[in-house]
């Protein structure tokens, strides 16, 4: 069996790191397998670059944000894409994510309907079922259940300066997605599998597996050397919270702020990733910006007393997954599919609200971590192991090919 995965990365960031798993395993079943990827470079042998660096530059820039119709560019490079796809006559395409200026997607599924490929499409996000945006939570935006049109998040992934163009591109993906010969769609929480059943996708078959851990990468280390390596204090019980970026589009770094102000002098806030806000850190917060592998990560998760999570629009959250498997317990806003990810280890609370989120802190303190830390790590043992959820996802593919 043949299986081509799309993604916008290979072997790099979320999703990326997703497809070479997948691979991995697919070539350890005795299968082929092929990724091909829009940005950056990879490393896997059976990999192709989709697109140009200057052709997706001005995709972003002239399709995107200046006409607002993102996924409409990069058509030389999906036409020798398409040849090169013709090349492999894959058995099944697994789509991960299209946008981010890398595909013309009209192009692309019009070739898919004559070659009659079927295809299986992992949903990370809402983009698939709305008409531009990733996420619709926030400004409580319900318009994708019947039609896209005058979007509240204009100016937010992806950005488009001028044109609403939601409508229309609404309009588009439902005419495709809808008419594909085959379509098989997974999404990673049950969250996201209810707001799909909304959607025009409903009509396919959807498959609830969640998103993975290495379990070999994550594990509970005690390692004081790390106090004195990011200048933490030994004599304050540490808070932690990793996200990619901490910035002033969302309001994870807000949040963070308004907790760091109301926590007493014995916690101190450690926020890991980039940060790109002007606003300052508050004293009782640390900021670190990367983390050298996995088992430096550990040490950190491994040293806090709980993990603060800002997220108020996640359709899985592996961060939160990654600290409970080092044996710490998350507190995390009920919100989308946090609380999912984190069921009964930790607590959830309402959206924005850190006084509660201090008052939960405060609980597992009161409890002690080591309460919670076999808990936390047998929930994800048993709900987000590798071997497990990919084989369920190579099922899928087996199964589609059979009825070929």
């Known amino acids: 069996m043949k299986v081509l995965q799309i993604n916008v990365t290979c072997g790099k960031g979320s999703t990326g790191v997703i497809a070479t798993e997948i691979a991995q395993r697919l070539e350890a079943k005795g ?34 944000r200046i006409l607002g119709k993102e996924g409409f560019g990069t058509t030389c490079g999906t036409r020798k894409f398409i040849k090169w796809v ?93 008419t594909l010969p085959s379509l098989d769609i997974i999404v990673c929480s049950n969250w996201l599998k209810g707001e799909v059943e909304k959607s025009y996708l409903s009509k396919w078959p959807i498959h609830m597996i969640y998103n993975w851990i290495d379990m070999t990468k994550f594990k509970e280390i005690h390692d004081d050397s790390i106090y004195e390596k990011y200048g933490l204090n030994k004599n304050q019980k540490l808070l932690i919270s990793v996200s990619a970026s901490w910035d002033d589009i969302t309001t994870r770094y807000s949040d963070a702020l308004r907790l760091a102000e109301i926590i007493p002098n014995e916690y101190q806030l450690i926020i890991v990733g ?14 670190i910006n990367f983390v050298n592998g996995t088992e430096e990560l550990s040490k950190l998760y491994s040293s806090a007393l709980a993990f603060v999570g800002f997220s108020v629009e996640d359709t899985f959250g592996k961060v939160f997954a990654e600290t409970m498997l080092c044996g710490t317990p998350a507190v995390v806003f009920n919100s989308t599919a946090c609380p999912e990810v984190v069921g009964d280890t930790g607590y959830a609370v309402a959206p924005h609200d850190v006084a509660e989120m201090l008052e939960k802190v405060k609980e597992i ?21 590798y071997a497990t959820n990919v084989d369920e996802i190579i099922a899928i593919y087996e199964d589609i090919a059979k009825r070929k």
């Open 31 to 64: 299968h082929e397998a092929y990724i091909s990827y829009g940005q950056g470079t990879s490393n896997y042998s059976k990999s192709f670059r989709i697109g140009t660096d200057l052709e997706n530059k001005i995709h972003g820039l002239w399709n995107t």
């Open 86 to 178: 013709d090349s492999i006559q894959p058995d099944v395409v697994q789509i991960h994510n299209l946008h981010s200026n890398f595909l013309n997607f009209p192009m692309f599924f019009k070739y898919i309907r004559k070659k009659n490929i079927p295809v299986v499409y992992s949903l990370f996000d809402c983009w698939t079922f709305t008409g531009k945006c990733t996420h619709f939570t926030e400004p409580r935006c319900r318009k994708w259940e019947t039609e896209c049109g005058n979007c509240p998040r204009l100016q937010t992934g992806p950005i488009t300066w001028f044109f609403d163009r939601t409508k229309s591109l609404y309009n588009i993906k439902k005419k495709i997605f809808t």
């Open 274 to 287: 980039s940060l790109t806000s002007k606003r300052p850190l508050h004293k009782n917060m640390k900021h």
């Open 365 to 385: 303190d009161k409890n002690g971590r080591a309460f919670y830390s076999e808990r936390c790590k047998e929930h994800v043992k048993t709900n987000y192991d």
